[in-house]
């Protein structure tokens, strides 16, 4: 658009000078000179603000690293390389048979701890009859050695008076012995249900890992790189990932804008679009946020000190921007680039210049070179 301007004042300058015949001067150059270049800072400084226009446009989608939660030899790979795939379809499995053996092991370690519990409630109900046998020997006991004691003089022996108190000595000695069994047997009981509680715990953590030797899909996507074959032993590392997944799920176009040309700029506000990929087609758009972070101005935290020479930013600021038709996202691949341009509130008949401008870039960007 600045070039048509630029066409346009210097044919009005040659006009100027051919029909009223001025000749060329060093003074009346200057002049006209000094015109055209505030003419075209001015149009410039109210064009950047009425509608930012960016030619770095560029379409970003999440990237998600395929790492497995278990290790083991891969037996099948079901995922295409750059084939889309619903979330949730198989990637890939590993070899289960190990995660199997742990999952009967758990569920057999639960079934002993299920018996131990029935064995140890047994028990307890044989504690608790024991305990009642037991207090009833004392109560008789402790009758018997009462009767004694009131008897009168002579009407019992003293070897019967002391078989008698010997008797409710054994038989409160015999309950306290009781009574710390049957503590024994409650504490049995309680212990088999804890051990349950720990086997079903360790049968799902089992299960849990044997469901994750079915590796599937976190999203709509696609595998764009494989980094194993059939055989390949994968590990739960980061640093290994078996592949690389692309989210199709949401796509994010991300345009860069110097500082000042989004003084005006608001969410919301209306957007257009053309892409490299698209020539001769127009995206709409709108403005979601302005990131207003930069990794220029990220401290790190480390015991080097900031080198002066070092702090600085070029002052831009990335806008996100979300397309109207979500339809048309479809055919946008990572990193598609294209142009962009925001129409603010402001100084609406400027507008014009970027509509004009977008709509050429659409047919130009059928030129190779562009």
Known sequence: MMWIFIILFVSAIVFVYKVFKIEPQPWNIAIFATIFFAAVIGILTLWTQASPYSTRAVVGRYVVPIVPWVQGPIVSISAKPNVPIKKGEVLFEIDPTSYQFTVNQAKAALQVARSDEARFAAGVKVAEANIAKVEADARAAKATLDMSEEAAAGTISKQDLVDARERYSAAEAMLKQTEASREQANAAYAGSKDAIVLGEEKLKTAEFSLTQCTVRAPANGFVTNWNIREGTF????????????????????????????????????????????????????????????????????????PSASKIGSPGILAVKILLNNEEETSGLDLGTAGTVAIYTDSLKPIHIMSRVTMRMNKWLYFLPFM
Not at 246 to 269: C, H, R, W, Y
Not at 271 to 276: A, G, I, S, T, Y
Not at 288 to 301: C, P
């Open 234 to 305: 994968v590990v739960p590392s980061p640093a290994a990932a078996a592949g690389t997944f692309i989210d199709t799920s949401e796509l994010t176009i991300f345009a860069p804008f110097k500082q000042q040309m989004l003084v005006n700029v608001k969410t919301g506000q209306e957007v257009e679009l053309v892409f490299k990929s698209h020539p001769g087609r127009l995206f709409h758009g709108k403005v979601d946020s302005i990131l207003e972070a930069t990794g220029e101005g990220q401290g790190a935290v480390s015991g080097t000190l």
